[in-house]
């Protein structure tokens, strides 16, 4: 088979959709697993053991679990229980909360490493706990982190192809329709990969700055 560029050009919109919906994807699965992993991690240092060891089993059973397993309950089994996701929504949240158990690592390691004379200081200054951890804690805790979450959230890019199994219309699903209805498979799978390396490269470089601006040396 001859590569065709009239063939690329002819289906160049209609991956670029897919482009579109892949990035969305991505990034309100990054904004659902930034919510997600400070509750995990803020839930998991609580003093009620229910609450603790309640949210840490649950964030292990999904760390434990292939996000497709979860993708399909989310989009398959809800409904039979009552509650009907579309596509997108599925696929969101079932990135959000996955990746949500993984940065809620990275939040502990980040809240562990600010000093116990930053909770002392805070007590001496009459602040209330939940103060404590906006104007204290976490103003110190989060920018080590960024690089960290940066590398989650290019992880999750590269995972977007698994929404293609919940009928999500994202790059990889759309190559493959164009592909399978006009039998010609080497320049949209291609193209998938072009456009995959592409974006990792541009945010691979903005992780670069990240860690530039943020990341701790030594």
């Known amino acids: 088979m001859e590569w065709s560029w009239s063939f690329v050009w ?18 309100l699965g990054s904004a659902l697993a930034l919510v997600v992993g400070l509750f995990v991690a803020l839930a998991r240092r609580s003093d009620n053991p229910f609450l603790s060891r309640g949210t840490g089993f649950l964030a292990e059973f999904i760390r434990g679990t292939p996000l497709l397993v979860q993708l399909y309950f989310l989009f398959y089994i809800l409904p039979d229980l009552g509650l009907t996701l579309s596509p997108l929504v599925a696929g969101t949240i079932g990135l959000g909360l996955h990746y949500g158990t993984y940065t809620a690592e990275v939040y502990r390691a980040g809240i562990e490493n600010v000093s116990r004379g930053q909770w002392e200081a805070a007590k001496a200054c009459n602040l209330t706990t939940p103060q404590a951890w906006r104007h204290i804690i976490l103003p110190q805790a989060i920018p080590p982190m960024i690089p960290a979450l940066a590398n989650y959230f290019i992880a999750m890019f590269k995972e977007t192809p698994l929404l293609s199994a919940i009928t999500v219309l ?4 759309q190559a493959r329709s164009v592909a399978n209805f006009n039998y010609r498979y080497l320049e949209p799978m291609t193209l998938v990969g072009v456009f995959f390396l592409v974006i990792s490269i541009i945010s691979v470089i903005g992780l670069r700055a990240l860690e530039r601006r943020f990341g701790r040396l030594g």
Do not use: S
Request: aromatic share 0%.
């Open 10 to 27: 002819e289906i160049l919109p209609t991956l670029l959709e897919g482009v579109k919906v892949t990035i969305i994807a991505t990034l």
């Open 170 to 173: 994202e790059l990889m699903n």
